[in-house]
């Protein structure tokens, strides 16, 4: 019979590996969000003594971006900025000279109702729009940068000096009907329903470069530079392309035979409407404008 090998079995001679740490949980951050969906962050901005926006406003307590926001919503305001870690304002422009663009590292207070959320700083602004940089209110169209001259583009009435605006300047014109509002020099405001003086021809958009003196974080102008705005778009005469019962042929050669052998005028204040009207009253179907000051006429019916 054949003899049983015992091997006695030496515990701790040998071990199982011990079991591998459970891992951590996984834990999703959500990039935080500086601005409710409807506001458009306009960055750190300047701010003095005289406030930037002087509407409603809220010190000390419990301020965020969304509250301040929330709050200035509610009161009608387009602007929202905060300040100072606990300090929200309000507003509808910049005003007092103040709000011009600072550098983002001056805006580095936490807001006191949310350390995750940045709210200005000493007399700076983190500043918000519901609508963006306002341009210009509901019913104007900004036609760009245009050359005024000494005799001026716009020769309606116009204000001179204080705290101008696009918007003050818009609201001056539609006042007093005019159909056209131009900011220029930074605080001169001229209003007309159409361009004379052969001025307010396009312009490199650099041109315009001067603060609003009512609003720094707008542009009126330079010197002899108009931001020009128009509440129907860019007419051509005072109600449509030309005046009633006459058709735009479009730009034609002329010669020095002249396409046009009727009377002409040369004078100094010509438009498409005067020269439409002067040929109308002389019995003639055709009206042509040329080199900025003369019209010249024919066929007469």
Not at 20 to 44: K, R
Not at 61 to 66: K, N, Q, R
Not at 257 to 286: H, I, K, W
Request: with cysteine; charged share 15%; proline share 6%.
């Amino acid at each position: 019979m054949r003899g049983l090998l015992i091997l006695p079995l030496a515990l701790g001679a040998y071990s199982l590996p011990p079991p591998s740490p459970t891992p951590p949980p996984l834990i999703l951050i959500t990039p935080f969000q500086a601005s409710t969906p409807s506001w458009t962050s306009l960055g750190c901005r300047v701010d003095s003594p005289s406030r930037a926006l002087t509407g409603a406003s809220q010190i000390g307590g419990s301020i965020s971006v969304e509250s301040c926001e929330t709050f200035c919503a509610q009161g009608g305001y387009v602007y929202a900025g905060v300040e100072y870690g606990d300090e929200c304002y309000c507003g509808n422009e910049l005003d007092n000279g103040a709000g011009g663009q600072a550098a983002d590292s001056d805006c580095n207070m936490p807001c006191s109702g949310n350390s995750g959320e940045t709210c200005g700083g000493s007399y700076r602004l983190n500043l918000y729009s519901r609508t963006g940089t306002p341009t210009s209110p509901t019913g104007w169209t900004n036609l760009g940068c245009r050359v005024d001259s000494p005799s001026r583009a716009l020769t309606g009435t116009s204000q001179i000096g204080g705290s101008n605006s696009v918007e003050s300047c818009e609201t001056f014109c539609a006042q007093g009907g005019y159909v056209y509002a131009g900011v220029e020099y930074g605080d001169e405001c001229y209003c007309g329903n159409e361009l004379d003086n052969g001025a307010g021809g396009q312009t490199a958009e650099s041109d315009c470069n001067m603060p609003c003196s009512g609003n720094n974080g707008e542009t009126c102008g330079g010197s002899y530079r108009l931001n020009l705005y128009s509440r129907t778009g860019t007419p051509t005469s005072t109600t449509s392309p030309t005046a009633t019962g006459w058709t735009n042929l479009g730009c034609r050669v002329d010669s020095s035979a002249r396409a046009l052998t009727g009377p002409m005028q040369d004078v100094n204040t010509n438009s498409v409407e005067s020269c439409e009207r002067f040929c109308l009253s002389q019995g003639y179907v055709y009206a042509g404008v040329e080199v900025s000051f003369n019209t010249s006429i024919g066929e007469s019916g």
